[in-house]
């Protein structure tokens, strides 16, 4: 069984920043690729960033120049560096891994719980 806890969500106003943190355990031999979504009330789950195992990145648009994606591999832990938030980043954050429990299997994807984040004054 693998577990995805997101966490380090919270409140905060405008202009301000948030970590969050995304934590895999279980049985987990290499992670591949490691996304996070979000989703706001009434709205369909976007992608909003994606790092691969080589360390490359990719970011939506909307997040570009102010949210950072980065991995611990030793700890199969990921992060989400938000900067200049905006009440448009008010959302559930979701964490995703594609994984392999050994060498002779297809990778997997996992998600998490999710997180809130509200951007408010």
């Known amino acids: 069984q693998v577990q995805i806890v997101e966490s380090g969500g919270g409140l905060v106003p405008p202009g301000g920043s948030l970590r969050l943190s995304c934590d895999a355990s279980g049985s987990i031999q290499s992670i591949y690729a490691m996304a996070w979504y979000r989703q706001a009330p009434g709205k369909e789950r976007e992608w909003v960033a994606s790092m691969t195992s080589s360390g490359s990145t990719n970011y939506a648009d909307s997040v570009k120049g102010r949210f950072t994606i980065s991995r611990d591999n030793a700890k199969n832990t990921g992060y989400l560096h938000m900067n200049r938030l905006r009440t448009a980043d008010t959302a559930t954050y979701y964490c995703?891994?594609?994984?392999?429990?050994?060498?002779?299997?297809?990778?997997?994807?996992?998600w998490g719980q999710g997180t809130q984040v509200t951007v408010s004054s």
């Open positions: 995703s891994i594609d994984f392999i429990t050994n060498p002779y299997t297809n990778p997997q994807t996992s």
